[in-house]
């Protein structure tokens, strides 16, 4: 045997799972700690995007039990619809496996990687099944299985499957058992599920950590987020090896039928100005275009005008709604929020919002706090190679009274939110952890940084002139007694006189007190009046 056969000997197909079961970092496991959180965070998005979806309320239930030698068991339940019983070993045991994948509108998943990953995870590292259950209607028995994965071909292994009672009107509940590391912080469990309630006001989530202490983010809307529709390629987004693959496989008869039922916003007469365009015949059948013709096509696309795709296909959360869930979780005494129109990327839409919580308990001599999220979903790893922070470094916020060293975030007491709402959001890595720089979403996030900026300006102006004027006031009432006996020895007024002067300082005073109270300074969402008067009275004394 040749070197050449003894090598071709040696090749063999890689499965899919077998590829991420080796290469598990890819999906955010690539530490004990990162993979106890993928994990959670998974099987909660996939929770609230179930509910939503049935539309729903969602109430997600998360305990995580401490098995000790950094074993842990994750049990996620819901009540959303629940899951068929055919369907369950392919949703969880099957890696690339989903619904959202081919449909262009907003979901929280996008590559059916996420909570198969995780099963697999759970059984590379404890050699223990997940354990399912789910139950899809009030009047129906509840489904219960354990599953495994054969990562060399990519198949769920099922056993002990069985009907159960479950005193649930209709839900899924899973069960993870696998190696981690818990610890609070800012990229911890504790946090994500803090962010995930800031985005997801109308979600409620019951926590129980490690450590058996319970935490509740309930919900601050009973109104859910309306659902986003599905909607076909648009022509400035398509390559040219899919736009080769959809014409080949396409059923249309003609070029401009398949123009026309194919791509979002292609009108008949448009698709027939395109053809003309791109020099090729309205009846040219789709299956036969060769090579030239698709890239003349692709030259068409851009030299004719098309309408920016619908936004339906996204659901943004509402500067009004962003603004409750920030306020619920973070303790601030000036909140802002802002949503952008809708843009696009790559014949993309998407939508960026921004919400800014100021001053209160946060603190003051360090860099501001950046809450990253993308369709609903916190970012809590690689803020540095996120578009958000560079959207985030390149505004001047000395303009917005804040401190910022050339290039860098700036420093103060203020938490920075950005959310991205879209139908792809580009991801840098299969775990989803950071945006990639597009120039058009960058810009998007400093339009609305900015927007958010001059209201934060606004604010902290106001502060500012009220702080003056009580300073002023502090001087008068301080020294007014003074100034009575002063005028009474050069007037030569009387005791009675001198009663006279002081009531009338003292209007003047109450009436400036009434203009500083006027100030547009909203005392429901800023310091109170008199608090603010003893702060300025205490630093009166510390500078003294």
């Known amino acids: 045997m040749t070197k050449a056969h003894e090598l071709?000997?040696?090749?063999?197909?890689?499965?899919?799972?077998?590829?991420?079961?080796?290469?598990?970092?890819?999906?955010?496991?690539?530490?004990?700690?990162?993979?106890?959180?993928?994990?959670?965070?998974?099987?909660?998005?996939?929770?609230?995007?179930?509910?939503?979806?049935?539309g729903i309320l969602p109430e997600i239930s998360v305990e995580i039990i401490d098995m000790g030698n950094d074993r842990f068991r994750v049990i996620v339940e819901d009540n959303g619809p629940g899951i068929v019983k055919e369907q369950v070993p392919k949703i969880f045991g099957k890696l690339l496996y989903g619904s959202k994948f081919h449909s262009l509108k907003q979901s929280r998943g996008?590559?059916?990687?996420?909570?198969?990953?995780?099963v697999m995870y759970g059984q590379l590292t404890t050699g223990r099944a997940a354990k399912i259950i789910s139950k899809i209607g009030k009047d129906q028995p509840a489904f219960s299985c354990d599953l495994k994965i054969d990562t060399q071909k990519n198949m769920p292994e099922v056993s002990n499957d069985r009907v159960k009672e479950w005193n649930?009107?209709?839900?899924?509940?899973?069960?993870?058992?696998?190696?981690?590391?818990?610890?609070?912080g800012s990229q911890s469990v504790d946090e994500y599920l803090k962010q995930?309630?800031?985005?997801?006001?109308?979600?409620?989530?019951?926590?129980?950590?490690?450590?058996?202490?319970?935490?509740?983010?309930?919900?601050?809307?009973?109104?859910l987020p309306e659902l986003a529709e599905e909607i076909k390629p648009h022509p400035y987004g398509v390559e040219m090896g899919l736009l080769l693959k959809m014409a080949h496989?396409?059923?249309?008869?003609?070029l401009q039928q398949f123009l026309s039922t194919e791509f979002s916003k292609v009108s008949p007469s448009l698709a027939k100005q395109i053809c003309e365009q791109a020099r090729l015949l309205t009846k040219t059948k789709p299956k036969k275009l060769s090579h030239e013709d698709i890239e003349k096509l692709i030259k068409a696309f851009h030299e004719v005008k098309i309408q920016a795709p619908s936004a339906d296909c996204i659901s943004p959360i509402t500067a009004e709604l962003l603004e409750k869930g920030i306020k619920k979780e973070i303790n601030a005494e000036f909140y802002t929020s802002v949503t952008r129109p809708p843009a696009v990327y790559r014949g993309n839409p998407f939508q960026i919002e921004v919400a800014l919580a100021y001053g209160g308990d946060q603190p003051k001599d360090k860099q501001a706090r950046i809450m990253r999220f993308a369709n609903r979903v916190p970012l809590l790893f690689q803020q540095g190679a996120c578009a958000v922070t560079k959207a985030v470094q390149t505004v001047n916020w000395k303009s917005y009274n804040l401190n910022q060293s050339s290039g860098s975030l700036p420093v103060g007491p203020i938490t920075i939110l950005v959310h991205m709402s879209s139908v792809w959001v580009p991801f840098t890595s299969e775990s989803k952890e950071a945006m990639a720089h597009y120039d058009e979403i960058i810009n998007e996030m400093k339009l609305a940084l900015q927007e958010a900026g001059r209201q934060l300006a606004k604010y902290t102006a106001k502060k500012a002139r009220v702080k003056h004027e009580l300073k002023k006031r502090s001087f008068i009432q301080k020294y007014m007694a003074h100034v009575v006996v002063g005028?009474?020895?050069?007037?030569?007024?009387?005791?009675?006189?001198?009663?006279?002067?002081?009531?009338n300082l003292e209007v003047v005073l109450e009436q400036k007190r009434g203009k500083v109270k006027d100030m547009d300074f909203d005392p429901a969402k800023n310091t109170e009046y008199d608090e603010e008067w003893a702060k300025i009275g205490k630093e009166e004394e510390s500078d003294e």
């Open 8 to 54: 071709a000997s040696k090749q063999r197909d890689i499965g899919v799972a077998e590829f991420f079961a080796r290469n598990r970092h890819l999906l955010g496991f690539d530490s004990t700690r990162k993979a106890l959180l993928t994990t959670i965070k998974e099987a909660v998005d996939n929770s609230i995007d179930a509910c939503e979806e049935a």
């Open 110 to 118: 996008q590559q059916g990687i996420g909570i198969s990953a995780s």
């Open 196 to 223: 995930t309630a800031v985005v997801n006001p109308h979600v409620t989530i019951m926590y129980t950590n490690p450590r058996a202490e319970q935490l509740i983010f309930p919900r601050a809307t009973d109104l």
């Open 487 to 503: 005028l009474k020895e050069i007037l030569d007024l009387d005791g009675a006189d001198e009663e006279i002067i002081l009531r």
């Open 249 to 254: 496989t396409s059923s249309a008869s003609t």
């Open 168 to 184: 649930k009107d209709h839900g899924t509940r899973i069960q993870i058992d696998l190696e981690g590391y818990y610890q609070k």
